[in-house]
Every structure is written in C-alpha cells, then in structure tokens.
C-alpha cells in the first residue's frame, strides 16, 4: 500500500519519498493488471533486464563506457547479475512492445497495393474466404496461422472497424483505419493499456530530455471537487467531447500519414482519456 510505503521510507529526503509513493501508485495498477498472468519472478527477471538495458542507453548518452562494474554502480545489481542479464540477448528477453495484430491488418490492408482497390486506392471490399486477395489471405499475411479468421472478423466487428457485406459471395468492408478495441478479453484489454501508458511515459521523458521549444503536449485537467451524484453526467459529457475531438485528431494523423510503409518513417500519436480515482463498484445507480 502507498501509505505503507511511505512510512517505512520516512528517513528518505522529500524527493526520494516522492518517488516512493508514486512509484508504489504505479506499480499496483501494473500489479494489478498482470497478477494472476505473470508471476512475480518472472515480473523481477525482466526489471532486472530493463533496468541493465536502461543503464547501457543512459551510459552511452552521457559519453561513459558501459562496463560491467558502471552498469552494477547504475542499477544496484551485482556485476554477477549484470553479466547473466547481458548473457541473454537483450532482444529476445525484452521484446519491444508488439504491434497490436488487428492494428496491423488494418495498416496491411489500407497500404500494400495488393489489398487495395486499384480505381480509388482505398482498401478493398474483400471475400472472406479463399487464397490470395481475401479476407483470409489478409489474416495469414498479417497475423498469421494461429488465429482464425471468425476470431478476427468477430473482433473488428465489436470495435466497430469492419461490417460484412451480404452477397453471394460474403465480403468485409473497413469502416474505420483506427482500432478502438471495446472486448471483453481480459488479455486484450491488458496489452492496450500497457501500450497506452507507455505512450504517456514517453511524452513525459521526452519532454524531461528536450529543451521547452521541442516538447510536446503532456497534460492534465482534474477537480477534487465533483459530487458522486454527477460523475455519470460528466462522464457522458467528457465521452461526447473527447469522440468529437478524435474525429479531429483522425483527420489530422490521414492528412500527414503517407500512402504506403517506407524506409526511414517514424510513429506518432495523439491520446486522450479521462480518469477518476473510484473503482467501477463504487458508481452506484
């Protein structure tokens, strides 16, 4: 618990104590997410790998050679640790962040020419079934094997990305180019919000590294003072308001986003949320 922690580490300057209690906010929403689907030695053994990878980066940075005893001195591990951690290949121990797989047909399917319709370069209404130019070729290409096409389509459906045309033969529409996952899965909903505040955290070391004319939008508005009664109003507003600005925010990522994938691009992206400190029990009617 947060206030647990910051008594324990009631001899530590302001700073320190801060970064304590903050860290512990963070780590239980972490914990709170992945208990029950990675257990805790696992969780460790890839701090630690992060926390040697972070170390070499940073090194690196300030112009210091990352040898074994800097990293040990920088993360607190002992050099034994810090040489087994640097014996696992970083790479297949610590993977980036994966693209979502539905993310990734959509992008396939609205970019590779062989999935877009050649009279309006949009993506193509596509057969569901069958080799090639298909749904199901578009599945095996961009998620691969192990995924069924039912579990794909039923998906984008729920996300509202896609509608099936009826027909002879079935075909798949796209509606939307941005996934907005709404599943029940918990493993779904999991990966996205590890991928969402990763972004977040991003912003903020970005803005901690770079001067004030290069940092980019990373903020909050909140109140302290909202009665219980209202918070299902406000919460329907706010959804109003933030659905009217992703619209915007679409149009702004189709306007600057390039036909097709290319060598030397970058990703970028724009958030929004809202948040309040009660759990969903707590709403009342």
């Known amino acids: 618990m947060p206030g647990v922690a910051m008594q324990e580490n009631i001899g530590l300057p302001d700073d320190s104590k ?3 209690y903050i860290l512990s906010r963070l780590f239980s929403k972490v914990v709170g ?12 053994d890839i701090l630690k790998a992060i926390y040697v990878e972070e170390a070499e980066k940073k090194l690196i940075q300030e112009g210091s050679k990352p040898t074994k005893s800097a990293l ?35 992008d396939i399917w609205s970019s590779d020419p062989y999935f877009k319709d050649p009279t309006d370069g949009a993506a193509a209404k596509l057969p569901i079934s069958g080799k090639g130019r298909t749904f199901q070729g578009l599945v095996l290409k961009s998620v691969g094997r192990n995924i069924t096409v039912k579990t794909v389509i039923d998906r984008l459906i729920d ?8 027909g002879d033969i079935e075909k798949v529409e796209l509606l939307s180019r941005f996934y907005a996952p709404i599943s029940d899965d918990k493993a779904k909903q999991t990966e996205v919000g590890f991928v969402e505040a990763s ?33 299902k109003i406000f919460r329907r507003r706010a959804r109003q ?4 600005q992703i619209k915007e925010g679409e149009a702004l990522l189709e306007e600057f986003e390039e ?27």
């Open 159 to 166: 996300s509202g990305n896609i509608r099936i045309i009826p």
């Open 33 to 44: 997410l992945v208990i029950g689907t990675v257990s805790l030695p696992v969780l460790v």
């Open 18 to 20: 801060s970064i304590v």
């Open 72 to 106: 040990a001195l920088l993360t607190g591990l002992d050099t034994r640790v810090v040489t087994q951690v640097l014996d696992q290949n970083l790479e297949s121990t610590i993977q980036n962040q994966n693209v979502i797989p539905e993310t990734a047909l959509i």
């Open 241 to 244: 308001l933030l659905e009217k």
């Open 259 to 285: 036909p097709k994938k290319q060598a030397g691009q970058i990703t970028v992206g724009i958030g929004w949320y809202q948040w309040s400190d009660h759990e969903p029990e707590e709403e009342g009617e």
């Open 199 to 231: 972004r977040i955290l991003i912003a903020v070391i970005h803005n901690m590294r770079t001067s004030a004319e290069y940092r980019v939008p990373q903020q909050g508005r909140w109140t302290y003072r909202l009665s219980g009664h209202n918070y």
